[in-house]
């Protein structure tokens, strides 16, 4: 048995190097010089530069588009939380009729392609002069997150027990009131879960952001990175680096939150 575990551990630890290795190869790269880019060997940097790390912040539109998305993804965050706690408490508490189906409903939602709405949004957001604004990508990420945030908070709802809710009821507390100062800091775990995974898939969003932006005043990082290739040759060195600054704010974030990552991925399942 013991045999059998370590091989697993040494199976694990072996994938984790192979799916490490892009980044790690990223993070070489952006410490070399020209010279060195295209040679290999050598793997590591034998002379380590800071050259497209200051290319990158100095002359290229990734800072901005790293505000953008911050903003962009925080506000998504907030709204798909704002609207989606009410929803998941109504469907874990109250006596809706269809609470299965609605949910199920809500799951399933997810499973249409984003290339199939992205049309008509793209038509709804120039219509209401939204187009080329924060506003618009925050609509239609929250779209996207909203029900992977419900589906979520459901199940950490209903794991709070329901004699505290009856006594709040009893000390005169209404169901917002009770969702606010009871079952909100009970579930708080579930809430910064649900909020990591919905900023996580608004920073990472490519179509909507792409079709719905024109200027660099509202494109998101993975559409800057995207337009990042030069005209005449590619800065591989400059690209490995805007890709390193830009994977460090979700990288930070998974490390500080993900304790609450795995909790919301094991408890927030859809059980009656």
Partial sequence: MRAGRAGRDAAVLTALLLYAAPLFWQVLTSFKTEAELLRVPPFLPSH?????????????P??????NSLGIAG??????????APAAYA???LPVPGRRLWLLGIVASTAFPAITTVSPLYLL???AGLRDTWMALVLAHTSLALPLTIWLL?????????GLEEAAAVDGAGRLATLRWVVAPLAAPGLAS???LAFLASWNEFLFAYTFTATERSRTVPVALALFAGVFEVPW?????????????????VVGLQRYLVQGLVAGAVKD
């Fill in 48 to 60: 380590p530069t800071l050259e497209h790390y200051r290319v990158v912040l100095e002359q290229s």
């Fill in 62 to 67: 990734l800072p901005r588009a790293l505000g």
């Fill in 75 to 84: 506000l998504t965050t907030l709204l798909a939380l704002t609207l989606g």
């Fill in 91 to 93: 469907l874990a508490r």
């Fill in 125 to 127: 957001l120039r219509a």
């Fill in 154 to 162: 459901a199940g950490f709802f209903r794991e709070v027990p329901a």
């Fill in 194 to 196: 649900a909020g990591l």
């Fill in 237 to 253: 060195g400059d690209i490995a680096a805007a890709a390193v600054l830009a994977g460090l704010p979700p990288i930070l974030i």
